[in-house]
């Protein structure tokens, strides 16, 4: 219903307003709005997208983003507003198809049967949302400076070409190291339905998950290396290392521990935040920037990342299955305790006595939902998510004056992310 | 001797010049000891490879054993669960790796401090003892992934990691020292030596991925077998052993020379290997023997033995299924030449070993000597080793 009511409300919108100024009064961070209209904040943010988002949003079981880019294209033809809306994921579409390409032959292996057990996940339809990357070439151009004095065009495009590919790698690696992290995961718990289809272990053989993890992670460390960068070594290598630590915190956690909201931010920025935000900050490294730059390049990403681990929580109580790709409730009933429930704690302290007992007996899990029905933990956890995505966006905002028209895009196309974080209902 | 006080007694008799009394400071701010004199008997102990840097393969151990502390308990135990006093292994490869720094290190008017840049020369050793920190930790990962992949029970004597702690932990414990390992390799701050580790990362993996795909096809040709040797045992020591050569500043020549003799070295080590498992017994292996050929693992001896006799084939290929099998390949291998072919080959590798090292550019350096001999004795002892 909000959906319909933001549709009216955008197309009273003039269209002479520039693209930029016709959602910022509306902006989270502009209008000062305090936490606890926050809640609201994060509904609102609904109406301030533009009209094709809003459209594609309402229509039901659409999967992959290039399904939704054509469907805006083709359904809003009306809008003749010379500022085009960007989608923040058309922006970088092609690139990111020679980037899948590239990682494709990248992965072929001495041997075959390795390189299409790792080829599984970089196959279109399993490829998940491809956010990380669109969010890492994107900032690649929001940070790209511009030679100061007009070299030769030659060497100035030759240069911007050779950091460019360059970029790209990093992008490349960050899906590697990922995609290894998914694959040893898989060993470990039962995700069956990993990205909507048989997980890599059922598939294959818990053997071979094994293996061609190490592979990827093997080849990254080669991609890495090629890079001659040994501080960008150095971020990626953390990142497989905060992996690991986050999945075995989730893995080993004691009574205390698994309730506490302290140690769950901090092993939701290992699982999920340490490689976007490690990412960006190599990203920004590469392109020469400097150190303050390069630690707001991290902090978009790191806020981003844990923006949209929050909201994943709450999706995992309030999505479908279709939606998601995933059972939902999945994370209860492995015994992950995430933000709503840890929200709905404090209010209903009785709830952690229900959690120790843990969630092999369903009908515990059919109490836990029942006390996060009555407290305000679901909206909570989307209140906290809003502030990081705030904060993602502050840091955008900070970045330093450019006029170049590709970087101011690609600024609002991570801005726009920002908000496509909180609103996603998959 | 000790290296260091072996190096102290050349110090104190020899007027320095071109780079005055490098290798004293080298000696004494390193190590930290106090300079003794010993009596001459104690000479004939440096002839011994392992005593020559049995101190610094402490150093290296205990440095390993800190490398490994990590925020959540069972993971640390994990990781270093084979870096404990006791299971530390032969220690082989760390102690080639410093002998070919020693053999490297030579102190000529070339390698002056601008040469190397920033790096002081006092700092090499630390960097180079950082390459042996780097390649175990690469080799134990391989080995605790190696073990997962296997269903092994055991490891270095004791119960492997996975049957004692999981596959679960195993797994992430492996990942977890690929990490460490390549933020020490980002540390030197040196790009090219990041490429070989990485490469030798690349080969592991490639190697037990090879075991584990191959064809029946593949698995009876020698050119694969040769080709899965060199990934699994020989990258990983051949690497290290170039990158110690691109620390120390030398010449591209040098460092091929240095990669060849690693290469030969590791594959002679596991042709060696490859007859101890048919030859050897439980108690000195540290674990059971007839190993490879239980886990339908086809090595050189039983190889060459296919090339006499190709109906020995057949038996191959159902030896996982059909433990009778077992007694009639033997009775073949027995017949056939293949233990002495497979010494032959081992001995061959072990002669471009030390031809490597008696290529290497000439050196007045007792040092540099001491190790030379050091390595060439190594080439010998693999061969000569029954465990």
């Not at chain 1, 100061?148 to 070409?161: K, S």
Request: with cysteine; aromatic share 6%; hydrophobic share 40%.
């Amino acid at each position: 219903m909000l959906i319909y009511r933001g549709l009216s409300r955008i197309s009273r919108i003039s269209k002479k307003t520039s693209f930029g100024r016709r959602w910022l009064p509306s902006h989270p961070l502009l209008s000062g709005a305090s936490h606890s209209a926050a809640a609201a904040a994060a509904d609102s943010s609904v109406k301030v997208l533009g009209c094709r988002e809003a459209y594609s949003w309402s229509l039901p079981a659409l999967h992959g983003i290039r399904h939704q880019i054509h469907h805006q294209s083709s359904s809003v033809i009306e809008d003749t507003d010379s500022q085009e809306q960007l989608d923040p994921f058309s922006l970088v579409a092609d690139e990111l198809s020679i980037l899948a390409k590239r990682l494709r032959s990248m992965v072929v292996a001495e041997v075959p049967k390795l390189a299409s057990a790792a080829e599984y996940f970089f196959k279109m339809g399993v490829e998940g949302k491809r956010f990380r990357p669109t969010v890492l070439l994107l900032m690649a151009t929001a940070l790209n400076v511009r030679v100061p004095e007009p070299l030769h065009d030659g060497v100035e495009d030759a240069l911007a070409t050779e950091l460019r590919t360059r970029q790209q790698c990093i992008a490349e690696i960050t899906e590697m190291i990922h995609v290894a992290s998914l694959l040893h995961d898989d060993v470990l718990d039962d995700a069956d339905t990993r990205r909507g289809i048989g997980s890599l272990n059922f598939v294959m053989g818990n053997k071979l998950a094994v293996l061609a993890g190490d592979f990827l992670l093997s080849r990254a460390c080669v991609a890495l290396a090629s890079l001659k960068n040994t501080e960008v070594v150095t971020l990626l290598a953390t990142v497989v290392e905060h992996l690991v630590t986050g999945e075995t915190m989730q893995m080993t956690t004691s009574s205390d521990q698994r309730c506490s909201m302290d140690y769950y931010m901090q092993k939701t920025y290992y699982k999920t935040a340490s490689l976007i935000s490690n990412s960006c900050k190599a990203i920004a490294l590469l392109a020469g920037q400097t150190a303050e730059v390069a630690i707001l390049a991290f902090d978009y990403g790191k806020n981003l990342g844990l923006a949209y681990q929050l909201i994943d929580d709450v999706l995992d109580f309030t999505g479908t299955s279709a939606s998601l790709g995933k059972g939902s409730l999945s994370d209860i009933r492995h015994g992950i305790i995430t933000a709503p429930i840890l929200f709905a704690m404090e209010e209903f302290p009785q709830l952690r006595t229900v959690v120790e007992q843990g969630f092999e007996d369903s009908s515990n899990v059919d109490i836990a939902l029942e006390y996060l029905g009555k407290s305000r933990g679901i909206q909570k956890t989307r209140e906290l998510a809003v502030k990081h995505a705030n904060l993602a966006a502050a840091a955008i905002d900070s970045l330093p004056e450019n006029n170049d028209e590709d970087v101011t895009k690609s600024r609002r196309a991570l801005l726009d992310l920002t908000h496509r974080v909180i609103t996603r209902n998959k | 001797m000790l290296f260091s006080q072996l190096v102290y007694r050349i110090a104190a008799r020899t007027p320095r010049n071109s780079l005055p009394s490098c290798r004293w400071i080298l000696s004494h701010r390193r190590y930290g000891h106090q300079p003794t004199f010993r009596n001459s008997n104690e000479n004939k102990k440096h002839l011994d490879p392992f005593s020559l840097v049995g101190d610094e393969l402490s150093l290296i151990s205990m440095r390993l054993r800190s490398m490994v502390v990590a925020e959540v308990p069972e993971l640390a135990s994990a990781a270093g669960y084979f870096f404990k006093e006791g299971v530390e292994g032969k220690k082989l490869c760390p102690t080639v790796i410093l002998l070919m720094a020693t053999a490297l290190n030579v102190c000529t008017p070339e390698l002056s401090p601008n040469v190397l840049g920033n790096t002081l020369i006092l700092d090499l050793r630390r960097r180079q003892q950082c390459i042996a920190e780097i390649t175990e930790m690469i080799h134990v990962a391989s080995l605790i992934h190696d073990d997962v992949l296997d269903d092994a029970d055991t490891r270095r004597g004791i119960g492997s990691l996975s049957s004692v702690m999981g596959n679960k932990l195993a797994i992430l414990a492996g990942d977890l020292l690929i990490s460490r390992a390549l933020v020490a390799l980002a540390s030197l701050k040196h790009t090219e030596v990041v490429s070989l580790m990485a490469t030798a990362l690349k080969n592991l993996v490639s190697g037990e991925t090879m075991q584990m795909t191959a064809t029946f096809e593949q698995r009876c040709s020698m050119e694969c077998y040769m080709q899965k040797t060199y990934n699994k045992t020989a990258a990983l020591v051949s690497n290290s052993c170039k990158a110690v050569a691109y620390l120390s500043g030398q010449r591209e020549e040098v460092a091929t020379l240095a990669f060849e003799y690693g290469k030969n070295l590791g594959l002679a080590y596991q042709l060696i290997d490859d007859i101890l498992d048919f030859t050897g017994t439980s108690a000195s292996l540290g674990k059971a023997s007839l190993t490879d050929l239980r886990n339908g693992i086809i090595t050189a001896p039983i190889l060459f033995a296919m090339e006499e006799f190709p109906q020995l084939r057949a038996f191959i290929n159902s030896s996982s299924d059909n433990p009778a099998n077992l007694d009639v390949i033997l009775e073949y291998l027995g017949k056939s030449h293949g233990i002495q072919r497979t010494t032959e080959l081992a001995l061959k590798h072990a002669s471009l070993a030390a031809a490597a090292i008696d290529s290497l550019p000439e050196t007045h350096d007792v040092d540099a000597t001491n190790a030379r001999t050091a390595l060439v004795h190594i080439t010998q002892k693999i061969i000569t080793r029954n465990k």
